[in-house]
């Protein structure tokens, strides 16, 4: 199993943008497909965003497409979201989750890392 951390969450005003981060541990990271999902208060977990083992094929929720960008960098063992013109709504803890592809269901991905709040002030 793959250990995640995310980092890079925090308070920004609507409009704003900010970069998660989500480092894993161990020699396998390549092996993994990546993805992004949220959490709300009081709200189901949901996804965000994915990526393949190479980064060539990417999956967005409709509610963030055209305004988040999921990448990685296999050689730093990470895996980015790239969120702009955030809105209230996309305030919520966002994990980073590795699985064995492509996905977007929460069943698909076996390693979830501790989450980074995000807040979006209107």
């Known amino acids: 199993q793959v250990q995640l951390e995310e980092s890079g969450g925090g308070l920004v005003q609507a409009g704003g943008s900010l970069r998660l981060s989500c480092a894993a541990s161990?020699?396998?990271?390549?092996?993994?497909?990546m993805g992004w999902f949220r959490q709300a208060l009081g709200k189901e977990r949901e996804f965000v965003a994915a990526?393949?083992?190479?980064?060539?094929?990417?999956f967005y929720a409709d509610s963030v497409k055209g305004r988040f960008t999921i990448s990685r960098d296999n050689a730093k063992n990470t895996v980015y979201l790239q969120m702009n013109s955030l809105k209230p709504e996309d305030t919520a803890v966002y994990y980073c989750?590795?699985?064995?592809?492509?996905?977007?269901?929460?069943?698909?991905?076996?390693?979830w890392g501790q989450g980074t709040q995000v807040t979006v002030s209107s």
């Open positions: 989750a590795a699985g064995p592809r492509v996905a977007r269901s929460i069943a698909d991905f076996g390693s």
């Open positions: 990526i393949s083992r190479g980064g060539v094929t990417t």
């Open positions: 161990g020699r396998t990271f390549s092996s993994y497909a």
